[in-house]
């Protein structure tokens, strides 16, 4: 029975939820067109940066070689392109063939940034700070190695010394015979040693230098004309005695140089040499070297890191001190690979792909985040559960719709940004996207779902979910982006920094980018699925650890959904889900009733509250068909924060309520009759006893006893989108409601309540008066026919008018169900209620239908009369005549009222008494009144509150 059930259940859900979705229509719309405006933003700037660099500017450098024999005007019969003819900005389009070669150089710090005697550098043999003034500071190399005077004998010839100026006419071999160093940055201006600009120096390192040993040179390097300034410095080998020590100093010695070269950064020592087991038989060693100046740039190569030279150095001396220093081995130049001419790009969606596509990506967290909180802060998606809505089609429909709106936005995002021309979409594989996206957005979705449990707070939550999608892009593009591409850096730790979901995205999408802008620069393809294989690739861990992720979080996010107390509705047990071996007990139980073991009474001297007990006792050692509502020493207490004390609102209430009874709950403000109504329709849990209804216990059987019944909170829970008529027809689906059965059950709600006429049922529900409000959530609370129905105050707020037509509902509606009501109106309760129950502090201080009540606690007539002062004698005279037993109550400049106690008269005999008195006497105004219901519930409320205080 069960089975059949499940699947007109999820097409229910999902027409309510369409009902619901329709009024967002424009919002989802803008949504999804949200990457579409961006996309359009990327590519007008892209071809504005591409505009500019088509321009002359940016193209090889071109020049007449033949201008004709008139060398008139534009004539010119041969034009040649070329580095030889362009400019810096134009050298990276030109065709290189045969790439110029370059003489190794050492990387060597600005003199201003050279090693020195400092506090923070108090190591043996570096000079005084002084010279940095005069620029004059040495060079310095750190060395170690395990045979002291092997490693300083080699290093005392790392930089030999020379007297004689540099001759140029062969750069090359010129270069080779000395150590030539820079302390510009290499970069990569196409295969050209930055050394070489003009304008910057070249250093000649030496063991000690002559002042005449400045020299500006002039030499061709292959078709480029050059001038250069080639100074000496000193190089000044330091030992040390370990490792330890060098790598101590060289830390120290690394340090910000406001915007000097390295971009920004510089190391004080140009090398670090260790010797290791170096002897006579082998040469064994390791260098420190600066690997700042590479910028993390996977072009730059080995041969324009200044590396080379370092390890020449070092072996030529080694050679000279085998073989004798008439054996050389020389380095006399290092070359890139030949190039093709090509066209300067700059591709603006690669470059911002990692950052930008992951703010844009992640901005739909925050918009699923605040849905699901707002829906539990209104207290919309406990509203729809009381209405017979699981949590089960709940989650599967909601989840479905976040995925369809979820996956049109990637979709629209993807192929839009490929139309026009986006290469990190258009680069990489399109299913390897797909599958990044698809389990991304998922991941995305349940993370929203596991979040949105532990908010109750739609400002809140939004705040938390603008600052996670930031905040993860920032700390992606600044943090884990500098240690991925720092291959030093432990992968392990990678990994774990990839587990929060927005570090995965970046990573997967900076890897889309890295490749796509190498497909451009390559004029290749960028990532496909072979290239998961590449060890540097991260993409495969960044799959896998989502694909995880998703599996773990989806039903971690339902199990704390259903055990947090933030979500609006009943908390359940931390072990529910072992609820399902004992499905066969608990169907079992629904037919028979347990009585609990231990009871407290705590209304000992009340009659009404001690008889209603045993009734209830009674009735739950047998099975009852008829009863609708049973309620068993039903206990609430609000557990005191902050040093205050508890606050028992609910006494041990036990109560019996047949169907077709509507039972009033009249009592003051705080009398704890909405945390009583609460309990029963699930919002909290009973902190002792239970209640059944048909036969369920609410502590077990909620979802159940929800399809049977209506709620009318105290406060309108409804959608200000939505219209009168769409709400009906959403809760009249999930009451299993269709067709024209359901259509003429909304017509006919709405025409009960008055609701129908003008079109009021087809406006918004944001523009109802408060009463009109009431009256849907009293039509709603009715529809499907719910055999037990719960009403907080249902007419307030209602005009006179409106209140007699409600009434009228309710009486009809009452036939059949069940009905709780609580009210403020005497006039209601004696109207509606075939029962009353007056609640104080916590518990019933009388039961009975309004005659018994008033009869009990009524027991009296008041006679009201008005008379000049001079009479007010007589009237009390006249009074105790009737009813020797009278008391007066009032008394005021000739008005007088008394109490008299109705087995001491007939209301004949006043008539004829007051007749008789206006013969003596005038009478201005005077009657008879009986009790009244609110006189009853003041009386019995100032009783109770009486006696509490005694006690």
Request: neutral net charge.
């Amino acid at each position: 029975m069960q089975e059949s059930k499940e699947h007109p259940m999820m097409i229910v859900v999902f027409l309510a939820v369409r009902c619901v979705q329709k009024r967002n229509l424009k919002t989802n719309i803008g949504i999804t067109l949200f990457p579409v405006l961006l996309c359009v933003i990327l590519v007008v700037l892209q071809g504005v940066i591409d505009n500019e660099l088509d321009k002359p500017k940016y193209r090889c450098g071109c020049a007449c070689v033949d201008p004709g024999p008139d060398a008139v005007g534009d004539a010119c019969r041969r034009t040649e392109c070329g580095v030889q003819h362009s400019t810096l900005d134009q050298v990276g389009s030109c065709p290189i063939p045969s790439p110029t070669p370059w003489p190794a150089l050492v990387q060597v710090p600005r003199p201003e940034s050279r090693a020195v005697r400092t506090a923070g550098q108090p190591f043996d043999g570096l000079p005084d700070p002084s010279c940095r003034d005069t620029g004059s500071c040495p060079a310095a190399v750190l060395v170690t190695g395990n045979n002291r005077s092997l490693a300083q004998n080699l290093s005392g010839g790392l930089f030999p010394a020379s007297t004689s100026s540099l001759n140029l006419t062969d750069y090359l071999d010129e270069l080779s015979r000395i150590v030539a160093g820079s302390d510009t940055w290499p970069w990569t201006t196409e295969l050209i040693e930055s050394a070489f600009i003009p304008g910057n120096n070249l250093y000649r390192l030496q063991s000690r230098c002559l002042s005449n040993l400045t020299q500006t040179v002039s030499f061709n390097a292959g078709v480029i004309p050059l001038q250069l300034n080639i100074d000496c410095v000193q190089g000044l080998p330091l030992w040390r005695e370990s490792a330890s020590f060098v790598n101590d100093e060289l830390f120290k010695g690394y340090r910000q140089n406001g915007g000097g070269s390295g971009g920004g950064k510089t190391n004080e020592f140009v090398a670090g040499y260790d010797f290791l087991n170096t002897n006579m038989n082998g040469l064994e060693m390791n260098i420190w070297y600066n690997s700042t100046y590479n910028n993390n740039t996977a072009y730059v190569s080995i041969s324009l890191l200044r590396v080379p030279r370092l390890v020449n150095a070092a072996s030529n001396e080694y050679i000279k001190f085998l073989r004798g220093s008439g054996v050389e081995m020389l380095l006399q130049y290092v070359k890139e690979m030949p190039k093709v001419g090509t066209k300067l790009k700059f591709d603006l969606s690669s470059l911002l792909g990692a950052l930008f596509f992951t703010w844009i990506i992640e901005l739909l967290f925050p918009v699923i985040l605040t849905y699901l909180v707002y829906e539990k802060q209104q207290k919309l998606k406990i509203m729809m559960k009381m209405h017979g809505l699981k949590d089960g089609p709940y989650w599967l429909i909601s989840y479905f719709y976040f995925f369809a709106l979820s996956a049109i936005y990637m979709i629209l995002f993807v192929i839009f940004g490929s139309l026009i021309g986006l290469d990190f979409f258009r680069k990489n594989d399109y299913s390897l996207q797909f599958v990044f996206y698809f389990i991304y957005i998922n991941l995305q979705i349940s993370l929203a779902f596991l979040v949105a449990s532990f908010f109750s707070a739609v400002k809140t939550a939004t705040v938390v979910g603008y600052i996670y999608v930031f905040g993860s892009g920032l700390l992606g593009e600044f943090l884990l982006r500098f240690f991925v591409e720092d291959t030093g850096f432990p992968k392990g730790w990678i990994v774990l920094m990839e587990i929060i979901p927005g570090f995965s995205l970046f990573r997967g999408l900076y890897e889309f980018g890295q490749y796509a802008s190498a497909g451009n620069s390559m004029g290749t393809t960028g990532m496909k699925w072979s290239n998961l294989d590449d060890s540097l690739n991260g993409m495969r861990g960044v799959l896998i650890i989502m694909v995880v992720e998703w599996a773990i979080l989806l039903p971690l996010a339902f199990y704390v959904d259903q055990v947090s107390s933030l979500g609006g509705g009943f908390r359940k047990n931390s072990f529910f889900f072992l609820s399902c071996f004992k499905r066969r007990a608990l169907s079992l139980r629904r037919y028979s009733f347990r009585r609990q073991e231990s009871k407290v009474v705590v209304e000992m001297d009340n009659p009404d509250a001690v008889q209603e007990r045993e009734v209830v006792e009674q009735l739950l050692l047998e099975p009852i068909a008829n009863q609708a509502i049973l309620s068993d020493n039903l206990k609430k207490v609000y557990h005191g924060k902050d040093g205050n004390p508890d606050k028992l609102a609910v006494r041990g209430l036990s109560l019996a309520i047949p169907k077709g009874q509507c039972f009033g709950m009249l009592g003051p403000n705080g009398a704890g009759k909405t945390s009583f109504i609460s309990m029963m329709i699930g919002l909290i849990p009973p902190t002792s006893g239970t209640a059944y209804v048909h036969g369920m216990d609410i502590r077990t059987d909620m979802d159940e006893i929800y399809t049977n019944m209506g709620v009318c909170p105290q406060h309108d829970l409804l959608w200000e989108t939505l219209t009168g008529r769409e709400h009906l027809l959403f809760y009249g689906r999930l009451k299993n409601l269709k067709g024209t059965e359901l259509l003429k059950a909304v017509d006919d709600s709405l025409k009960s309540v008055n609701l129908f006429h003008g079109g009021v049922g087809d406006k918004q529900v944001g523009k109802y008066s408060g009463g009109m409000k009431r009256r849907l959530s009293v039509a709603i609370s009715l529809i499907g026919d719910p055999k037990v129905v719960f009403m907080d105050e249902p007419s307030t707020g209602l005009d006179p008018a409106s209140r007699n037509n409600l009434w009228s509902v309710v009486k009809e509606a009452k036939r059949n169900r069940a009905i709780i009501l609580t009210t403020h109106s005497m006039e209601e309760a004696e109207v509606l209620c075939d029962r009353l129950g007056i609640f104080v502090d916590g518990g019933f201080q009388c039961l009975g239908n309004p005659k018994e009540l008033k009869a009990r606690y009524g027991g009296t007539y008041v006679l009201t009369m008005t008379t000049s002062s001079e009479n007010e004698k007589e009237v009390e005279q006249l009074v105790h005549h009737l009813s020797p037993n009278a008391s007066r109550i009032y008394h005021i400049s000739g008005t007088q009222k008394f109490e008299l106690p109705k087995q001491d008269l007939k209301i004949a005999d006043v008539f004829h008494a007051v007749e008789s008195a206006k013969c003596r006497f005038n009478i201005y105004a005077w009657g008879l009144v009986d009790t009244t219901l609110e006189d009853v519930f003041i009386k019995v409320a100032k009783g109770a509150q009486a006696f509490n205080v005694v006690t």
